[in-house]
């Protein structure tokens, strides 16, 4: 069955530190890939997605996602955090065709100290 | 715009009863899913509907149903509640199923 993988549980950064959260995921096929972002007190959004093309995705809010298909692998990247990125942050695939129909990862917590 | 409405917004209910959840999608937006998410399992897909059709369907008993009206308006249902039932359950939304998903604020429902 198909999986998403998500390293890290909680994540602790103070502001201004570099973060990379680690996805991977068990599937061959073709795949689209996403990040979701749930602010606290907020809905779930979209952060990033790939579908194809340039493996090095850029999203909202200074967030990039590389896809590594060797390593089945789609970690996300900031250069630079801040106190407002304080999140849970959730990887995500399917197989293709629909957005609607996502497995998810468990979700990592981040919280940035100010 | 209003964004995607789901209804109510807590619910408890007893073991072996039923249950039926509500989602008005962002108007214009024909396509809808449901997801249940536990802090055990995570988030987890029900269900998608496009145009009252299930696209679809998550591995989950046949206790967990769904429609989708010609509004695009969407329910699911429940039957004979399980404990393990209890859960944050989450409804998005989008304009087609290839586009970008917006989620409500989801329904909590307890089982006692």
């Known amino acids: 069955a198909q999986s998403v993988s998500q390293h890290n549980h909680h994540v602790i950064l103070s502001e201004a530190a570099s973060l990379e959260l680690g996805c991977n995921y068990s599937?061959?096929?073709?795949?689209?890939l996403f990040w979701y972002v749930q602010y606290p007190g907020q809905h779930l959004q979209l952060l990033l997605k790939y579908f194809s093309g340039d493996p090095l995705v850029k999203g909202i809010k200074g967030f990039e996602a590389e896809f590594i298909k060797s390593k089945f692998s789609f970690n996300l990247r900031k250069p630079s955090v801040q106190w407002s990125d304080t999140a849970e942050y959730f990887c995500?695939?399917?197989?293709?065709?629909?957005?609607?129909?996502?497995?998810f990862g468990k979700g990592t917590k981040l919280s940035v100290k100010p | 715009k209003a964004g995607v409405t789901q209804t109510p917004r807590y619910l408890i209910k007893t073991r072996g009863q039923q249950v039926t959840l509500s989602c008005s999608p962002i108007?214009?937006?024909?396509?809808v899913s449901w997801y249940q998410q536990t802090p055990g399992q995570g988030l987890q897909f029900l269900f998608e509907y496009f145009s009252e059709t299930q696209r679809n369907k998550g591995n989950f008993p046949g206790r967990f149903s769904g429609r989708q009206f010609s509004n695009s308006r969407s329910e699911m249902n429940v039957s004979t509640l399980e404990l393990g039932d209890s859960a944050l359950y989450l409804c998005a939304s989008s304009p087609s199923p290839n586009e970008k998903l917006f989620f409500g604020s989801g329904t909590q429902l307890s089982v006692l």
């Open positions: 108007s214009g937006h024909r396509s």
């Open positions: 995500a695939v399917n197989k293709g065709g629909s957005q609607g129909n996502l497995i």
């Open positions: 599937y061959g096929g073709t795949v689209n």
